[in-house]
C-alpha cells in the first residue's frame, strides 16, 4: 500500500493532524508513506521510522504538475489542506484514490477533531483522537529546572502578548528555574527586547535561541522543560506531545478550537471579551486588550496553579 500525505503547512497544524496521521498509519499494514509538506513541517516527522519518504513541497514552487508526476503512483492520497494550490496537486496526483480536508465541513471542534474526522470519513473508520506524537532525536534531561518562554507567533502579532510582561514573569521565576527563549527567525525582535530587559533586571540565567533552532532542536530542547509560558503557538503544540505543564496566553485566536491536546497540565489565560475569538492577524479595533488586559500577576497565578 503506497499513501502520499501532504501535511499542514503551519508547524502547529502540522502537531494537531499526528493522531488523525497515526490513525491512518494503524488502518493500513506496513504501508509505504510519503510525506509532503513545508519545510518547517516536515520536520516533524523526520524521526518517525513510520515514514518512509520526506519531501518538501516549497511555497515557490509553481511547476505543480511536473512536481505531481514527479511523486510517483500512490494508492492513497489524502491532504490535510485546502488551499487552491493544494487542489492543483489533487489533481495533477497519480493516485486510484484521493481526498482533501475542508475545514468548512467542519465547525465548533477542536483542530484534532477535524483532522480525524475528515481520515475517519475518508476511510470509513470510527477511530477516536489520539495523543499528539512527535518524536525527539534523543533522551535528555537538563541539569536543573527549566522554563520555555514562547513570546512569538507566526500567525501575525496580535497574538503576542507584551515582551515586557514577558520579561517580568521570567524575571520572577528566574529564581526558581533556568530560562530559555524560544522563537523563529522573524521573532528575533521581540526576543532580543524580553532579553534586554532581563539583562536590566539583573537576571543572567537565561538562553535566548530564537532564530538558531531547527524544528528537530526545538522539539528535543521542549521535550525535556519543566514549564512551558508561550502565545498559541506551534511551539505550544510541541510542549502538549510531551506533556509539558504549560501555560498558554490566547488572544485572538479560539482556544476551544486550538488549545493545547491532551494536555493534563494545562491552563489558558484569556479575557473572554465581547470582541473574542476574532481570528485577525492585527486588532481590528486597534485597543488589541485581548492582551493588553492580560496582567503579570495572571499568568503567575497560572504557574502557581500547577502546585
Known amino acids: 500500500m503506497k499513501l502520499l500525505i501532504e501535511i499542514p503547512t503551519w508547524v502547529g497544524d502540522a502537531v494537531m493532524s499526528t493522531p488523525a496521521i497515526q490513525n491512518v498509519l494503524t488502518k493500513f499494514n506496513n504501508p509505504e508513506v510519503t510525506i509532503i ?21 516549497e511555497k515557490n514552487n509553481l511547476y505543480i504538475n511536473s512536481f505531481a508526476k514527479s511523486l510517483g503512483k500512490f494508492d492513497l492520497f489524502l491532504s490535510f489542506r485546502g488551499s487552491f ?7 495533477f496526483v497519480v493516485s486510484k484514490k484521493k481526498y482533501q480536508f475542508n475545514k468548512n465541513s467542519y465547525k465548533n471542534l477542536h483542530q484534532v477533531e ?7 470519513e475518508c476511510l470509513n473508520l470510527k477511530l477516536p483522537a489520539g495523543k499528539l506524537k512527535l518524536y525527539p532525536s534523543y533522551s535528555s534531561n537538563y541539569s536543573k529546572l527549566t522554563l520555555g518562554i514562547n513570546p512569538g507567533a507566526s ?20 529564581s526558581s528555574y533556568e530560562i ?45 522543560l519543566d514549564l512551558f509560558i508561550t502565545g498559541d503557538s506551534g511551539p505550544m503544540h510541541i510542549a502538549a506531545s510531551f506533556q509539558i505543564p504549560t501555560v498558554a496566553i490566547f488572544g485572538p485566536t479560539d482556544d476551544n478550537e486550538t488549545s493545547q491536546w491532551g494536555l493534563e497540565k494545562s491552563i489558558i489565560v484569556k479575557k473572554n471579551l465581547d470582541c ?3 481570528m485577525k492577524r492585527t486588532c481590528p479595533l486597534k485597543h488589541h486588550n ?13 504557574v502557581e496553579s500547577f502546585y
Open 37 to 57: 509538506g513545508s519545510p518547517s513541517s516536515i520536520e516533524l516527522f523526520e524521526n518517525n521510522n513510520q515514514i518512509t519518504k520526506i519531501i518538501v513541497l
Open 85 to 91: 494550490r493544494s487542489k492543483l496537486l489533487r489533481f
Open 114 to 120: 477535524k483532522y480525524n474526522n475528515f481520515v475517519n
Open 155 to 174: 500567525y501575525g502579532t496580535a497574538k503576542q502578548w507584551h515582551p515586557e510582561r514577558f520579561a517580568e514573569v521570567a524575571s520572577v521565576l528566574s
Open 180 to 224: 530559555i527563549i524560544f522563537g523563529g527567525p522573524s521573532e528575533k525582535k521581540i526576543s532580543k527586547d524580553i532579553e534586554k530587559l532581563l539583562v536590566k533586571k539583573g537576571v543572567t540565567n537565561f538562553k535566548n535561541l530564537t532564530g538558531v533552532t531547527s524544528v528537530q532542536d526545538l522539539i528535543d530542547r521542549i521535550s525535556c
Open 276 to 278: 473574542q475569538p476574532c
Open 290 to 302: 485581548c492582551m493588553n488586559l492580560i496582567k503579570v500577576d495572571d499568568v503567575l497565578r497560572a
